[in-house]
């Protein structure tokens, strides 16, 4: 099993805990006999945290050795997760920060698209040091300022260790809930990518960083924090 550095590791926990909260809730409503699917989509985000972790730590066990054989469902699953609740296009703004402003949709679109692809190239495979044995707690949820959406403040709970910290910052989009970013011990995932793409930001443009991201040439990575 590969020893993660204490900043890949963190970045890794943020990688997890986001799939763990953007489980595909459309999905498991659609699933479900009407009352039951009326009553997923009226869930309150702490109630999403709570049932899609269950459910994706289970995954991750049961399929664990299929995923350790083979990457490209790893790789399915993780993206088929991340993809239905995460709000790729607004933490993309929220990464982009300053350099964001008055950028087009489609500039935006394809940085998130960029950023979140290369993660899941980069870190996807780091969920299979994932303990799957963590229990979630939630400790409260509190309203964002500006009615921005709501905080999640949770825990991972560990058998001989310290809780880990996780909170999720989620936005109403639709009739549901949508994560843009995910804080693991105090590290943001939207400001640790922020700080990291400034310097290149100030040199070219979204769609040139977008570009070199999809490429490879750049590539999402805490390191260097």
Known sequence: MTLLT???KTLALALAATLLAAAPA???????PAPAAASMQGASPSQLVLDNTKRVLETLESRRAEFTRDRAALQKFVSGEFNTMFDRDYAARQVLGRHGR?????????FG???ADNLMRRYGSS????????RV???????????????????????????????????????????????VEG???????RQQFDSELQRKSIAQVAQELRS????????SD
């Open 6 to 8: 204490p900043t890949r």
């Open 26 to 32: 459309l999905s498991f409503a659609q699933a479900q």
């Open 102 to 110: 008055g950028a087009s949709d489609a500039d935006v679109k394809a």
């Open 113 to 115: 698209d960029a950023l």
């Open 127 to 134: 969920l299979l040091d994932f303990n799957t044995q963590l």
């Open 137 to 183: 707690r939630i400790k409260s949820e509190s309203p964002l300022p500006r009615g921005l959406g709501v905080k999640v403040s949770s825990e991972l709970l560990r058998s001989g260790g310290e809780p880990i910290p996780v909170d999720y910052l989620m936005r109403r989009a639709g009739s549901g809930w949508r994560v843009f970013d995910v804080m």
């Open 187 to 193: 590290v943001s995932f939207v400001q640790t990518f």
């Open 216 to 223: 490879g040439r750049i590539a999402a990575d805490a390191s």
